[in-house]
């Protein structure tokens, strides 16, 4: 099972909205309304920020959604703060091997 | 309240077994739908998933690290443990364990181990 695609990095300026893609497969991403979104700030656990593609857990910020079309899901977040900088990962259930993880995304707050 | 807390040894000499211990509380693992899965983070790279074990003791495993790796449970103890055969120093990494609901999204994580290979 191949990870998941992300881009290495994306900036914004405070204030402004960006969006971090995930693209699977069809065997994964594209079969399952399973992807979850995690937070990872440097040498901390991960936090689960979205999960079933488009749910917040309680505590969540509502700057933060998610959505799907296809093989690719995504993760905005609005309203950039210094707060969010940190790496973030899509998950998928795939089935028969059940999780794939993101390659991750350095989001920067310029 | 949830908490998750990963135990073991700090490092490991190539060709040994990893053997770590996931200890939980705030819920439990004879509860239907509940699960704990374990997730390794090499050193400025990505997560990768390594083994799950749900309520009914049923058990997955990565397709490529299945036959290294065995994940099993005490319900009493509130705990899982996870062993990995024949440790590389490629397989130096932060591990996790991780609550899973029905399998769908791990939404509490323990603070991580770090588990260095190395002769």
């Known amino acids: 099972q191949s990870a998941l695609t992300q881009p290495a990095s994306v900036s914004g300026s405070p204030g402004q909205s960006i969006t971090i893609s995930c693209t699977g497969t069809?065997?994964?991403?594209?079969?399952?309304?399973?992807v979850s979104w995690y937070q990872q700030h440097p040498g901390k656990a991960p936090k689960l920020m979205i999960y079933?593609?488009?749910k917040r857990p309680s505590g969540v910020s509502n700057r933060f959604s998610g959505s799907k079309s296809g093989n690719t899901a995504s993760l905005t977040i609005s309203g950039l703060q210094a707060e969010d900088e940190a790496d973030y990962y899509c998950c998928s259930y795939a089935g028969s091997s059940p999780y794939v993880f993101g390659t991750g995304t350095k989001v920067t707050v310029l | 309240q949830v908490t998750l807390r990963e135990s073991g040894p700090a490092l490991v000499k190539p060709t040994q077994t990893l053997t770590l211990t996931c200890t939980f509380s705030?819920?439990?693992?004879?509860?239907?739908?509940?699960?704990v899965s374990w997730v390794r983070q090499p050193p400025g790279k990505a997560l990768e998933w390594l083994a799950l074990?749900?309520?009914?003791?049923?058990?997955y495993y990565s397709t490529s690290l299945k036959t290294r790796l065995t994940i099993s449970k005490d319900t009493s103890k509130n705990q899982v443990v996870l062993t990995m055969t024949n440790m590389d120093p490629v397989d130096t990494a932060t591990y996790y364990c991780?609550?899973?609901?029905?399998?769908?999204?791990?939404?509490?994580w323990g603070q991580g181990t770090l588990v260095t290979v190395s002769s």
């Open positions: 991780a609550r899973t609901f029905f399998g769908e999204n791990f939404d509490y």
């Open positions: 074990i749900d309520w009914d003791d049923d058990k």
């Open positions: 079933e593609g488009s």
């Open positions: 069809s065997s994964d991403v594209g079969s399952y309304n399973l």
């Open positions: 705030g819920f439990s693992l004879s509860t239907s739908g509940m699960c």
